[in-house]
Nanobody, 125 residues
Framework: QVQLVESGGGSVQDGGSLRLSCVVY????????MGWFRQAPGKEREVFAT???????TYADSVKGRFTASRDNAKNTLYLQMNSLKPDDTAMYYC???????????????????WGQGTQVTVSS
């Protein structure tokens, strides 16, 4: 059974940092595109970072230069380093695993078949 387990969320002040982890069980995820999504209250779930099987990441403009996605295929683990956090970053954060690599770009929810349970990130001003 495929399972994605996230950790590392929490509450920080404006300008703070957090590092999220996502461990993948039961899936040879190294070949596939991985995505980071977030969903704020009352808003749709949106992708803000994808990382391909080679470790090359793309970012939404809203997080570019502040967030860094990486993966350690030997550990079946995906990471998200978040710096310079803002109150607008407050959301539930999800990792997701695709069933193909990241080209063409995988920016839609249905591009990803497996999901973590989510971890809450709260940034206060």
């Amino acid at each position: 059974q495929v399972q994605l387990v996230e950790s590392g969320g929490g509450s920080v002040q404006d300008g703070g940092s957090l590092r999220l982890s996502c461990v993948v069980y039961g899936y040879t995820y190294s070949k596939y595109c991985m995505g980071w999504f977030r969903q704020a209250p009352g808003k749709e779930r949106e992708v803000f970072a994808t990382i391909d099987s080679y470790g090359s990441a793309t970012y939404a403009d809203s997080v570019k230069g502040r967030f860094t996605a990486s993966r350690d295929n030997a550990k079946n683990t995906l990471y998200l380093q978040m710096n310079s956090l803002k109150p607008d970053d407050t959301a539930m954060y999800y990792c997701a695993a695709g069933v193909s690599d990241c080209w063409p770009p995988r920016r839609l929810i249905y591009d990803y078949h497996y999901w973590g349970q989510g971890t809450q990130v709260t940034v206060s001003s």
